[in-house]
């Protein structure tokens, strides 16, 4: 197993424009997070899925951003009518139930998105 | 809402030297947890130390030691032995107890080594 693995790694687009970001999990964790990241700042939660279920969004994700996890798999990050705003780091992490152990999260290396 | 705050921006330290990392979490509960991540340039975030808020021992991975002071709410991570592989951004970061599934990051503090 090669970690938590994201796609594409750099997405540079318009404004106005859709993008979506793909994270494939640790095959045997059952939750997967997803975080921005802005220059200079730290990760801030998007949200999560507990399988394929969504049980926690963040006010930072606005209408215009929707994530799936499918039969509690891979997940996508889709971004709706960019923004310059929308410009960073999009972090997926992915752990196992519980947070039993050490409780760690596992982090893939994120896909960053500039908004021109 | 919790909060967590790394006052140094950047910080640098001798190779084999020790050095500390600050931070501070405001939150109202009593069961909750505490982090701090490592993240090498262009690489994954990782796991550095953990630490529970109901454990009076503090943690200690290898050379990596935390001073936790739940009073002060105050949280802080020694490097010991600094090796030039140590150079990143460390990130603190505070999760609710109870379930709480969202872990809340400071800003990051830039570590560099002096060779």
């Known amino acids: 197993d090669t970690g938590v693995s994201q796609n594409p790694r750099h997405k540079i687009t318009k404004r106005g424009q859709n993008v979506t970001f793909r994270c494939d999990p640790i095959s045997e964790h059952n939750r997967l997070y997803w975080y921005r990241q802005t220059l200079g700042q730290g990760p801030e939660f998007l949200t999560y899925f507990q399988n394929e279920a969504q049980l926690e969004k963040s006010r930072l994700l606005s209408d215009r951003f929707s994530a799936e996890r499918p039969k509690g798999s891979f997940s996508t990050l889709e971004i709706q009518r960019t923004e310059q705003g929308d410009s960073a780091m999009y972090l997926c992490a992915s752990s196992l139930e519980g947070w039993s152990g050490r409780g760690e999260l596992f982090f893939g290396e994120g896909s960053r998105l500039t908004v021109l | 809402a919790q909060t967590v705050t790394q006052s140094q921006p950047e910080m640098s330290v001798q190779e084999a030297e020790t050095v500390t990392l600050s931070c501070t979490y405001d939150?109202?509960?009593?069961?909750?947890?505490l982090f701090w991540y490592k993240q090498p340039p262009s690489r994954q975030m990782i796991l550095v130390i953990r630490q529970e808020a109901y454990k009076q021992q503090n943690a200690t991975e290898n050379r990596f030691s935390v001073n936790f002071q739940k009073a002060a709410k105050s949280f802080s991570l020694k490097i010991s032995d600094s090796q030039l592989g140590d150079a990143a951004m460390y990130f603190c970061?505070?999760?609710?107890?109870?379930?709480?599934?969202?872990?809340?990051f400071g800003q990051g503090t830039r570590l560099t080594i002096n060779p």
């Open positions: 970061a505070y999760r609710g107890g109870q379930g709480a599934q969202k872990l809340v």
């Open positions: 939150t109202s509960e009593s069961d909750y947890y």
